[in-house]
């Protein structure tokens, strides 16, 4: 538990005034009391009265300080190295094998999630890509950062592509933003981009690509291709669309990327491959201790709620 205002609590001290002023007039009660020869009021009636006092000042005292409970958990992570997911969010990535069958893009997502429940001690990003690339998250040890910004923030052509005129939207060549922006902390020395796409791409020289990622710094690559014959994307009725053709030089164009790059291309969507690839590319490193704050329960509205109790037991002894 902490408390965000712990000066709050001297707000106890209000019931200084009040139980002086019960204690005179007590006194003062028992004198006219005794004059009079009427009967006095219990010990227990008395007691009552300063408890709802004490209460009163003290769940106001502990609701101005405001008493917060946390849940937080601790993992290791390497502090010198860091990996972006880059996921193709063009339009092509919605074909499938038939109506109703995973997406490519479902298929890539499902993939990043595996993938990054596999790499705990690694800061993973995300980022997405079609005519150019934009980080949707920037590396970070937080699953459920990650696990939001994957299911919400990402999505087919979210945000569109900056050129909506052509029919082919995807151009590989935008990775080398990934390369000669600030992408990456300057602490992660090791540093990975793991790209999930169909590979269906505007034509781009690779050599470019490969020479920006050699570094220095240099950025390892993985690339996994979610292409299969016969694919194709289907409108809402189930038919195909029109205006969407397979690219067959796919295959081929991921492969050439990936050797332009010193990289790796992954086939047959093997996550554990692309495991065992990140980690030799990032391998072994310093770790650190990474807290993370889970949930917050601010307590002061109930501690506040509680005052009704004494305090409507006093209203109810003024009134008898």
């Given at each position: 538990?902490?408390?965000v205002?712990?000066?709050?609590?001297?707000?106890?001290?209000?019931?200084?005034?009040?139980?002086?002023?019960?204690?005179?007039?007590e006194?003062?009660r028992?004198?006219?009391?005794g004059i009079?020869?009427?009967?006095?009021?219990?010990?227990?009636?008395?007691?009552?009265?300063?408890t709802?006092?004490?209460?009163?000042?003290?769940?106001?005292g502990?609701?101005?300080?405001?008493?917060?409970l946390?849940n937080?958990?601790?993992?290791?992570?390497?502090?010198?190295?860091?990996?972006?997911?880059?996921?193709d969010?063009?339009?092509?990535?919605?074909?499938?094998?038939?109506?109703?069958e995973?997406?490519?893009?479902a298929?890539?997502?499902?993939?990043?999630?595996?993938l990054r429940?596999?790499l705990?001690?690694?800061?993973?990003?995300?980022?997405?890509?079609t005519?150019?690339?934009?980080?949707?998250?920037?590396?970070?040890?937080d699953?459920?950062?990650?696990?939001?910004?994957l299911?919400?923030?990402?999505?087919?052509?979210?945000?569109?592509?900056?050129?909506?005129?052509?029919?082919?939207?995807?151009?590989?060549?935008?990775l080398?933003?990934?390369?000669?922006?600030?992408y990456?902390?300057?602490?992660?020395?090791?540093?990975?981009?793991?790209?999930?796409?169909?590979?269906?791409?505007?034509?781009?020289?690779?050599?470019s690509?490969?020479?920006?990622?050699?570094?220095?710094?240099?950025v390892?690559?993985?690339?996994?291709?979610?292409?299969?014959?016969?694919?194709?994307?289907?409108?809402?009725?189930?038919?195909?669309?029109?205006?969407?053709?397979?690219?067959?030089?796919a295959?081929?164009?991921?492969?050439?990327?990936?050797?332009a790059?010193?990289?790796?291309?992954?086939?047959?969507?093997n996550?554990?491959?692309?495991?065992?690839?990140?980690?030799t590319?990032l391998?072994?490193?310093?770790?650190?201790?990474?807290?993370?704050?889970?949930?917050?329960?601010?307590?002061?509205p109930?501690?506040?709620?509680g005052?009704?109790?004494?305090?409507?037991?006093?209203?109810y002894?003024?009134?008898?």
């Amino acid at each position: 538990m902490t408390f965000v205002s712990p000066l709050g609590a001297l707000v106890v001290l209000a019931v200084v005034g009040p139980l002086a002023a019960f204690v005179i007039a007590e006194r003062n009660r028992r004198r006219v009391v005794g004059i009079l020869g009427l009967p006095g009021t219990r010990a227990v009636s008395r007691g009552a009265v300063v408890t709802s006092l004490v209460a009163i000042a003290a769940l106001l005292g502990a609701a101005a300080a405001q008493p917060t409970l946390v849940n937080r958990s601790a993992r290791e992570v390497r502090s010198d190295a860091a990996a972006f997911f880059v996921i193709d969010t063009s339009r092509s990535m919605l074909a499938s094998s038939g109506p109703g069958e995973p997406t490519r893009f479902a298929r890539a997502t499902k993939f990043a999630m595996r993938l990054r429940n596999k790499l705990p001690d690694i800061r993973i990003g995300i980022a997405t890509m079609t005519d150019r690339v934009l980080p949707t998250l920037f590396p970070t040890a937080d699953r459920e950062a990650f696990d939001v910004t994957l299911k919400q923030a990402v999505g087919i052509e979210r945000p569109p592509p900056s050129d909506g005129s052509n029919t082919l939207i995807t151009t590989l060549s935008a990775l080398t933003r990934i390369a000669l922006d600030n992408y990456f902390d300057p602490e992660a020395k090791h540093r990975l981009v793991v790209l999930l796409t169909d590979g269906e791409s505007a034509p781009f020289f690779d050599g470019s690509i490969g020479a920006l990622f050699r570094g220095p710094p240099a950025v390892h690559t993985i690339y996994v291709q979610f292409w299969r014959r016969g694919e194709h994307v289907y409108l809402p009725n189930g038919k195909p669309e029109p205006l969407y053709r397979t690219d067959p030089a796919a295959q081929r164009t991921i492969t050439r990327l990936a050797d332009a790059s010193d990289g790796v291309a992954i086939e047959n969507e093997n996550v554990d491959a692309a495991v065992t690839n990140a980690r030799t590319m990032l391998g072994n490193g310093p770790r650190v201790s990474d807290v993370r704050e889970h949930r917050r329960v601010d307590l002061a509205p109930y501690l506040a709620f509680g005052v009704l109790a004494p305090l409507g037991f006093l209203l109810y002894r003024r009134n008898v």
